[in-house]
Structure formats: C-alpha cells, structure tokens
C-alpha cells in the first residue's frame, strides 16, 4: 500500500453547500486555482445537474485548472451522472465522476424507501454507468458510518465489482469518534474481497468537533484519501479542515511514520484567505493553522520562552503554513503595471477591463491610505468582481448624521451609462444607505447579517464589509465591500448582494445563492 495520501478538496461542492457561502463563477474559479497552486490531488468543483451554475463552473474548472483531479458529484441517476460526466469531459484523463446513494437503516427506509437489494442494485448501476463515461470513478455510499458494517462491505464489494476505482466512506451527520472509525475502515480492509482493486478515501463531518481524529483514525488504518475543505467550511459544522490534517500528518510523522501528503504547505494560509474572501465566511482568530491568533503568543511566560526557543510553545514553524511572508505595500504613486504584477502574483486572473476596475478603486484609496497592502488590494479585487457592464455602481454617497434627526442618506447609483438617485432616511447611517439605494433599485432586502472587518492594522485600515440578505424569497445572499469608511463599504457590500442576485436573474442566468 502507497504511504501518500490523497488529497480531495471539496471545498467548492459541500463547502458550498454552507448556507451562505454562495459563490460565482469568477470566485469558484479563483478558488480554483489558488487550489490548484496548493498542489491538491482532487478537486471536487460541483455538482453539475444541480444547476446550470454548477455544470458552468465543473466544466469551466475541467477546461482550465492544469494539475488535480476534477471530480462531479452525482446521484445514482441518470441525469446526474450524464451531467457530470459532459461537465468533466475536458480534464480528459484527469476527469472524475463520483456517485453516491445513502446506505444506512434510517436512509433506506425513511428516505429512500428502499430495502438492501435495490440498493445494491442501484449503486451497481450508478457505477456502471459512470464507468462507460469515464475510468475514473468515485462511489459514496451516503451516511456509511451508521450503515450496518456486514452490508456496507457487501455495497463496497459490489460497487468495486462494478468498477468503481475510490470507495468514500463518508461520516454524513458526523456520529463517528475516532477509535470506531478507524475500526469501520479496518473492517472493510479485512472483510471486503476485492478491496485492493480500490483506494479507500474517508469524508468527515464535524457534528462532535472529531472530523480531523477520525480522519486520521481512518488512513492509520489503511484509508489512503482525505476528502475535507479549506477552512472547514461545510454544511451544519462543516467539513474536515484540510490545512488542520496536512498539517496534522507532517507534524506528527513520529506517529503517522511515511504518511505523507504532496501538499505545498507554504501556500495554506493564502488558500485560507482566498477561501474566506470568496465565500464570506470569515475564520475565527483561534482557528488551528490559519486563524490570526494560531502563532500569537500573548501571555509574558511564553514570550519569555519563545524568546529563548522558538520550540519551546511553537511545534510548527509558521513559515511552513504561509505566515510571515514579507510584503512590500503599494503607494498612490504605484502604476497600473505594478498593481496588475501584484495581482499576478497574490494569484487573480483579472481581464484588462478588470484590471482598469480595480485600478480605479486602488487609486481612490490610495489617496486616502498610505500604504495599499495585499490584503486591502484582494479585499478591493472582491469589491470589484462583479463586469461593469452588468451591475449597478456606487457613483456617489452622502450620509449626513445629526444628534436627534433620523440619519439621512442620498446616492447616486449608474447602470447602462444613466445615473439616479435616491434619498432615504433610517434607524442608522447604514440603514439610511440601504433604503436610499433600495429606492434606486426598486427592491428591498431584509439585513440578516452584517460583518465589518480591518483589513489591515491602523487608523487608515480598509474596512470590509461581508453583510448577508433575504430579498424576499428565503435564501441568504452574501454581498462584499470594502472602503476606508464603514458606511461606504456598508453601501457596496449591499449593492454587490443586489447585483449577485437581481441582475443575474435579468439577464437569464441563475441568481448566486443558497
Ligand atoms: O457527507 C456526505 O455524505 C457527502 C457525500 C455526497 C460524499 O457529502
Ligand atoms: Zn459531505
């Protein structure tokens, strides 16, 4: 057996799936990529027949990203799998299709409606199928670590049979704890006849916080691929973080011996932030590996020690995830050409047209900055995602605030070359912004969330707006903005959610959302 371990991100299919985390076409390609540079054996980059979106981006993804995998998820139905195997077709070689059906008791008779041998029937099927559209498939079945052991070896059995060249045994709701799990997967090795023909790959979820143990219960007994996301990022309490088992198998390869990864662990704490930016769902400060405080040291005790031995509270050099890479800021002097080359190398892929975009907010900002680090030039790269041509733009914003007067706010809003304006009055300064661009727009959405960060340190930091809105209809809809002012970044936050949602939908094209 192979000491590598595969790496299958999944951070663009069930990360997605988060409710909130929507992204479009331009940020899943981002992500993309970025993963592609953190050396990913496997991209699981959607789940194509579920909309045209998806099947855009998994075919987009196949065409473009050079390197890993890139898997479709599918059903075991024949749409499902027809759509995934078109949507794969251009990774060539490099194409996976990944099938699943649920397998557990309560699966099979409350959700399915179907006893064992339809099951094994179906997924036989799902598998053959895939197979005559591609060599390389990926068979799931669905809630396995509460399916009976004796059947879930006769469903990995007979799916191997059928050609399936991974078998995944996911931990769906996140019920397994370690030492079960790793028991789970040494039972398959010991019980299933054919299981060498096929890698075994595990897939947690972090319902108990014991995704990364099971994880690494699982490859210590013969599992040989990861299925995680950056950041964790995932339905309910996400998925397994992958930075947190790269990081996990290479610290302890006292305990782990050969296992290895061929992840390039320099670039974690960028996919980090890429990821975070894309999605909207900012990191915690404790979070293992990538949040801000993983290598702060606070307490005088442990300066004292570190001062004297890194080792003495570190058991990871920060260098080796990505932390402390030096950056040289830009200034309002820097030219179009030194931003385009910055944004080159922090990874975008910007059009000249969006290059122009972006370089009109950087100067605007350079003016009221001394310094334009990275951080503040991705958040404004966000800011500006949306075409020109295809949303509304912030032209001008006027909030006047008075002690015992309703905050009042006035903007000027274009689209299609003609500009209008819109007056409002509200609770607060960001209030008033809304209702004011509201009137322009002719819709109203309900605030559900609204988050504002610094980007960087200082009293001229780049404030960055990640808000979330119902329009109406029940799903979040997340918007971006950034500015060195709250309630202008407040103001383009919620006019890029109204721009991901409502001119998507006019020009025909499924609106980004849950
Ligand atoms: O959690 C799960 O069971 C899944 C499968 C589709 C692999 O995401
Ligand atoms: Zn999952």
């Given at each position: 057996m192979s000491d590598k371990i595969i790496i299958f991100d999944t951070t663009l299919r069930d990360g997605e799936q988060?409710?909130?985390?929507s992204m479009n076409l331009r940020e899943k390609m981002e992500v993309a990529r970025q993963l592609e540079r953190l050396n990913v054996d496997v991209i699981e980059a959607g789940f194509p027949v579920t909309s045209e979106g998806d099947f855009e981006a998994v075919q987009r993804i196949a065409t473009e990203v050079r390197g890993p995998i890139i898997a479709g998820l599918a059903r075991c139905v024949t749409k499902d799998i027809e759509a995934a195997a078109a949507a794969v077709k251009p990774a060539g070689e490099r194409g996976r299709i990944h099938v699943f059906l649920a397998t557990s008791k309560i699966h099979r008779e409350h959700?399915?409606?179907?006893?064992h041998e339809e099951i094994l029937r179906l997924a036989a099927e799902g598998v053959r199928l895939a197979k005559s559209h591609n060599k390389d498939v990926e068979f799931s079945p669905e809630d396995a670590s509460r399916t009976e052991p004796e059947f879930l070896a006769q469903v990995v059995e007979t799916v191997i049979a059928a050609g399936a060249t991974t078998v995944n045994i996911p931990d769906t709701v996140g019920f397994a704890v370690p030492e079960q799990f790793g028991a789970l997967i040494k039972y398959l090795k010991d019980n299933v006849?054919?299981?060498?023909d096929a890698i075994i790959s595990v897939h947690c979820h972090n319902d108990l916080g014991l995704a990364v143990a099971n994880s690494l219960a699982a490859v210590q007994n013969g599992a040989r691929q990861i299925e995680g996301t950056i950041n964790g990022?995932?339905?309910?309490?996400?998925?397994?973080a992958l930075e947190e088992v790269v990081m996990a198998l290479k610290t302890r390869a006292d305990i782990f011996g050969q296992l290895r990864t061929e992840v390039h662990t320099r670039e974690i704490l960028k996919t980090s932030r890429i990821v975070s930016r894309m999605s909207g769902l900012h990191v915690q400060?404790?979070?293992?590996?990538?949040?801000?405080?993983?290598f702060a040291h606070s307490s005088g005790i442990h300066q004292d020690g570190m001062l004297k031995m890194r080792e003495t509270y570190e058991i990871m050099n920060p260098v080796e995830v990505g932390w402390g890479g030096t950056e040289l800021p830009l200034t309002k002097h820097s030219g179009r050409h030194a931003m385009a080359a910055r944004l080159e190398h922090l990874g975008f892929k910007l059009s000249d047209a969006e290059i122009g975009a972006v370089f009109v907010r950087f100067k605007e900002i350079g003016d009221k900055k001394k310094f334009v680090y990275d951080d503040d030039l991705s958040a404004l790269v966000d800011d500006s995602?949306?075409?020109?041509?295809?949303g509304w733009q912030l032209q001008k914003l006027d909030v006047s605030v008075a002690t015992g007067q309703p905050p009042r706010a006035s903007v000027v809003l274009s689209r299609d070359n003609e500009s209008s304006e819109g007056n409002a009055d509200g609770n607060g300064a960001v209030d008033a912004a809304m209702r004011a661009i509201d009137a322009v727009v002719g819709r109203s959405g309900n605030l559900l969330e609204y988050n504002v960060q610094a980007v960087t340190q200082g009293h001229d930091a780049l404030g960055e707006v990640t808000l979330k809105v119902d329009f109406g209809d029940g799903r979040l809809i997340t918007g971006k903005g950034a500015s060195t002012d709250v309630i202008e970044a407040s103001a383009r936050a919620y006019l890029n959610a109204i721009n991901r949602t409502f001119i998507r939908r006019e020009l025909g094209e499924p609106a980004q959302g849950v």
């Open positions: 988060c409710p909130g985390a959700k399915l409606r179907k006893a006849r054919n299981i060498d990022i995932g339905e309910r309490a996400g998925n397994v400060r404790s979070k293992a590996i990538v949040g801000e405080n993983a995602m949306m075409p020109q041509d295809e």
